[in-house]
């Protein structure tokens, strides 16, 4: 059984947002789609309590973009974005929610970042989902949405890791690409055995 997985599709990653992501608000039309054709639809929100240790305001004398170590390795910090409950946290308003059955927010512990929608930053800290997709006999996902080289890149490669197919729709995400970022993402998601596919070769199968 096979779920769509979409992917931080919110305001503070698109244009006008505080980490948007170059034409964040383009691949919508399509991940709409792609709702539409999906039987199992499951969101992530990235959900930060303000004074997140990801975001570079959180350090003195650090800047966005620029890395520090944490408790768990290195971490590049952020402007602050996806502040619980701030505009800028919620889903596009263009996105078609209504039909998700799962929404894993992500982030919210104050010293831990979490791009995969699997585990923390630290590696070791699940955020419920591999089993929740085993419960539900979940064994293929399509991954869709924000940003290619970070939620979406992990996500990739921790669900290969937990044993699930893994899908990434090439036209329904968008990167950030920060420091050669994106083009080392779709590496890392090919040496890790994650299938790359359009919209419309997905949109073709039953
Ligand atoms: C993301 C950076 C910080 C993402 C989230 O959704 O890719 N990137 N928080
Ligand atoms: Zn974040």
Redesign the pocket.
Known sequence: MRALLV??IQND?CPGGN?AVPGGDAIIARVNELIEHFGHVLLTQ?WHPAGHH?FASTHAGKAPFETTELAYGPQIL?PD??VQGTHGAAFHPDLHIDKAQLIIRK?FRKEI?S?SAFFENDHETPTGLAGYLRERGIDTLYLTG??TD???KYSALDGRAQGFTVFVVEDAVRG?DTQGSLAQAWEEMREAGVAVVSSEEVMQIA
Do not use: K, T
Request: glycine residues 6%; aromatic residues 22%.
């Open positions: 992917v931080d990653f980490l990235d990801s952020w974005h996806c982030g970042d791009y924000l940003a970070f939620c979406v950030i």
